[in-house]
């Protein structure tokens, strides 16, 4: 099973690759966690903790074991690294198909030596029964040869073996300090696989205080219940042990009473801002219609004496006073939104895209659109916010149809408590650049000349998508339609 380490590929630049690499460190192990699509739950930041490079991951499934453990080889290889990996012989297949499924090129990465696979019996029970000196050595061999030739060692194992007749919990945890040792300062990180269901809930609990990093559930955190293994087997642990727990548990508390605060102040100031905004908006309505009534009234009464270049003056004027009325007008639903009570009720998405097309029936009518509505589901919502919402996409699909007629087709697939909507169009689509833009307030991607907006619309409809607990996302090629997709919470019969 072992894999002898062959000359890497690029082994004229790994001179280059080791004075360039960045240190290993537990950092880096959590990047690939953070980055990787298999691994979806939250991972929490490290900052002035001081640990060593040493990774618990506690599993109950395969899913569960290779959504950590891929993710963390695949890093070790695309850093240049050499990734060890230590199994059970029986489930080498099962391991290989796992990494490449997720894109690994095994073959290659095991033909250079980057990814070497090895059995229990030639690492940790080489003398038949579990030896630390003896496992000490094949690491300490294990990292000289890896770190002379690569930037760093990467370690991943499985370890169930030591619940065999011969192994003691006391003995691995002693060995575990001295691993500590050996890999300290060293540009070496080690993932070790725990199956939850086969170990005894004695034996986890020792583990888990060994650990200084654990991986559990989708979660990595830190692990406050962490014991310095040295520590761990000195006479005066327990009294040491009960100080760190009461420690803990005063931090914990004072965090989250500190976390409550700030969260306070945090809906404070936000309701100040948006009343700040509802007000301003809505005081800044008259004095907009008075600048164009006067403008107006001015052409009016003097329109005789005006010569053509203070008309257009005059004109401009009125045309940006218009405009900026329709964007007051447009911050002012925008700040209503958080403004109005959350009391939803079930809401006919039939009726609601009924009155859309009965509100836009002229502009469809002028611009020769058709507009196909499936059978939609009902949803638990406010109406008026989701007919707006529906009317922003209808009428923004209009709007960018380009030189061909609309064609506006409305649909809903029912996802569990969910519905995912889709509004889909032939216009003229957006460059993928700037689809995380358009849902921003003010981001326009045309000018006024070419488009007419404000650049709220869709900013409005995200707020109404997140007032309702849903998202919002696009999907759009240039010159061939966009798509837009949203949640809502779908009503109960």
Same mark, same amino acid.
């Given at each position: ?21 960045? *240190? ?17 739950? *939250? ?13 618990? =991951? !506690? ?12 993710? !963390? ?35 290659? +990465? ?27 050595? !094949? ?12 930037? +760093? ?36 990180? +080690? ?41 761990? !087997?000195? *006479?005066?642990? *327990? ?15 004072? +965090? ?36 164009s009534s006067y403008l107006q009234l001015l052409e009016n009464r003097y329109g005789e004496d005006l010569d053509d270049e203070a008309e257009e003056y005059i004109d401009f004027a009125v045309d940006g006073a218009d405009r900026m009325r ?58 008026n916010q989701l007919e707006q919402l529906f009317s922003n996409l209808v009428s923004n699909a209009i709007k960018y149809s380009g030189e061909g007629p609309p064609r506006v087709e409305v649909s809903a697939e029912r996802q569990g408590d ?26 326009? =991607? ?15 409809c995200r707020k109404i998508v997140r007032h309702h607990g849903g998202d919002i996302w696009v999907d759009s090629e240039l010159g061939a339609g966009t798509t837009f997709y949203f949640t809502l919470p779908r009503a109960t019969a």
């Open positions: 099973m072992s894999q002898d380490a062959g000359p890497s590929p690029q082994h004229d630049s790994l001179e280059e690759r080791v004075e360039d690499a960045e *240190p290993l460190s537990v950092e880096s192990g959590l990047e690939a966690l953070r980055s990787s699509s298999e691994f979806r739950g *939250p991972v929490e930041p490290l900052d002035d903790v001081e640990a060593n490079e040493h990774i618990a =991951l !506690f599993y109950e499934s395969r899913e569960e074991q290779f959504s950590a453990v891929v993710p !963390f080889v695949r890093q070790g290889l695309e850093r240049g690294e050499r990734v060890m990996y230590v199994l059970e012989e029986h489930e080498e297949d099962e391991v290989i198909a796992a990494l490449s499924e997720a894109g690994i090129d095994v073959d290659t +990465a095991v033909d250079s030596g980057a990814l070497t696979f090895h059995g229990i019996d030639e690492t940790y029970l080489r003398t038949g029964a579990f030896d630390p000196d003896e496992m000490l050595e !094949f690491y300490g061999e294990a990292l000289a040869a890896a770190t002379a030739e690569y930037p +760093a060692l990467r370690i991943t194992a499985d370890t169930r073996w030591i619940l065999d007749d011969q192994t003691t919990i006391e003995d691995f945890m002693a060995y575990e300090s001295r691993v500590n040792d050996l890999f300290r300062g060293e540009d070496c990180i +080690a993932l070790c696989q725990y199956d939850r269901e086969a170990f005894p809930s004695a034996v986890l609990t020792d583990i888990v205080r060994t650990h200084p990093h654990l991986i559990y559930d989708g979660t990595l955190c830190h692990n406050f219940y962490y014991t310095p293994p040295r520590e761990y !087997f000195e *006479p005066d642990e *327990p009294t040491r042990d009960v100080n760190r727990m009461l420690g803990t548990l005063v931090d914990r508390t004072e +965090a989250k009473v500190e976390l409550n605060e700030t969260i306070e102040e945090l809906a404070e100031s936000n309701e100040r801002l948006k009343r700040f905004a509802y007000i301003a908006s809505h005081d800044l309505q008259e004095p907009l219609r008075m600048i329709e964007m007051v007008d447009g911050l002012l639903e925008y700040s209503r939104i958080d403004m109005q009570d959350a009391d939803f009720e079930p809401v006919d998405c039939d009726a609601v895209l009924e009155d859309v097309v009965t509100d836009l029936q002229l502009r469809i009518e002028e611009s020769d659109a058709a507009i196909v509505v499936e059978e939609l589901p009902a949803v638990v919502g406010d109406a969910r519905a995912v909507f889709s509004v889909a169009d032939n216009g003229i689509g957006i460059e993928s650049e700037y689809v995380d833009q358009i849902f921003e307030v003010f981001n326009r =991607l045309h000018s006024n000349d070419e488009y007419r907006g404000t650049g709220i619309g869709l900013a409005l």
